[in-house]
């Protein structure tokens, strides 16, 4: 009875603590995606693609194909929003963070931008990795 009892006890702590790393991490990916937000919003294309892993193995999918590297990605960015007027200000709502594995979870959400030369609104699907202790985005799926 005794070891049942030491047992139950310490399934009750590791999952405790599996939950607190897994907050942890969520709380982590919200503030990348807090920060990419913010330097959206203002208009600053680096800034926003810090949160990215800056590898030539990023894979970003939207209505153009699959665009590799993270420079690619950028470039890709810097075309189809050259302009204050064309980044506006983005907000995001996350409907879900999924754990894969240890060290990787996936998002899904919907970004809103508003600006003046007319809204643009969709929905994503990113796959963030922890890689060197940073939370980064390896593959964005965006329409």
Same mark, same amino acid.
């Given at each position: 009875m005794k070891n049942l009892v030491v047992l139950l006890c310490m399934v009750c702590f590791f999952n405790s603590y599996s939950q607190s790393n897994q907050e942890n991490d969520i709380k982590a990916i919200n503030k990348v995606l807090k920060q990419q937000r913010i330097a959206w919003s203002n208009n600053d294309l680096e800034g926003y693609m810090e949160g990215y892993w800056k590898s #030539?193995? %990023? +894979? *970003? $999918?939207?209505?153009?194909?699959? =665009?590799y590297g993270w420079y690619n990605t950028l #470039? !890709? $960015?810097? +075309?189809? $929003?050259?302009?204050? #007027?064309? =980044?506006? +200000? %983005?907000? *995001? !709502? @996350?409907? #879900? @963070? =999924? +754990? @894969?594995?240890?060290g990787a979870y $996936?998002? %899904?959400?919907e970004y809103h931008i508003k600006r003046e030369i007319g809204n643009a609104d969709g929905i994503f699907m990113l796959v963030f990795k922890n890689i060197n202790g940073a939370w980064k985005i390896i593959a964005d799926t965006s329409t």
């Open positions: #030539d193995s %990023l +894979k *970003f $999918y939207g209505s153009n194909g699959v =665009t #470039d !890709r $960015y810097q +075309k189809a $929003y050259p302009t204050k #007027d064309h =980044t506006g +200000k %983005l907000s *995001f !709502r @996350i409907n #879900d @963070i =999924t +754990k @894969i594995s240890d $996936y998002v %899904l959400g």
